[in-house]
C-alpha cells in the first residue's frame, strides 16, 4: 500500500509544497485554505509556494504573506527547488522562517533569470544584493 499524501504532511515539521501539488490533494483552490488544511492535518510550519506569486508562511501564530521578488522570468524550470534548498540553507544558517523564506523568494526570482534548472541559481552575492535593494 502506498502512503498517503497526508501522511507525509501531518509528520512534517516544515511543509514546503506548491500551491498546484496540494491544491490537487486537497481540492482547495484558495492560499490561505489550503495553508490552513495542511496545519489542521498535523503539519508545525507551512511554507507554501505560489510561483509567481510569491508565497507564503503560517505555523499557527505567524501568517506571512511574501510577494513576488519583481523580475521578468525566461525560465521557470528548477526555481521551486531552488526556493527550497535555499529556504533549507537559511534555517540551518540560523535565520528565523520568515528571512529564511524572504531570502528564498527572491533566490527563486532570481533562478528565473536564465535557462535550465542549475545554470540560473544565484550565487548568495546576488540574492543579498538583491534583497539590500527591495
Known sequence: MQPDA?????LSDICLPSFEDVSAISGLTDADAISDWCLALGAKTVVLKLG?????????????VLPPHP???IDAT?????????????????????AAAR??????????????????IPRA????????LS
Request: glycine letters at 14%; hydrophobic letters at 45%.
Open 6 to 10: 497526508r501522511e507525509f504532511i501531518r
Open 71 to 73: 523580475c521578468e522570468p
Open 125 to 132: 552575492a546576488q540574492v543579498n544584493a538583491a534583497l539590500a
Open 52 to 64: 509567481e506569486r510569491g508565497a507564503m508562511v503560517r505555523d499557527g501564530t505567524r501568517n506571512i
Open 103 to 120: 531570502y528564498a523568494s527572491v533566490a527563486a526570482a532570481l533562478s528565473t533569470q536564465g535557462y535550465g534548472a542549475v545554470e540560473p
Open 78 to 98: 528548477g526555481a521551486g527547488d531552488t526556493f527550497g534548498g535555499c529556504l533549507l540553507a537559511r534555517l540551518v544558517a540560523g535565520d528565523d522562517i520568515g
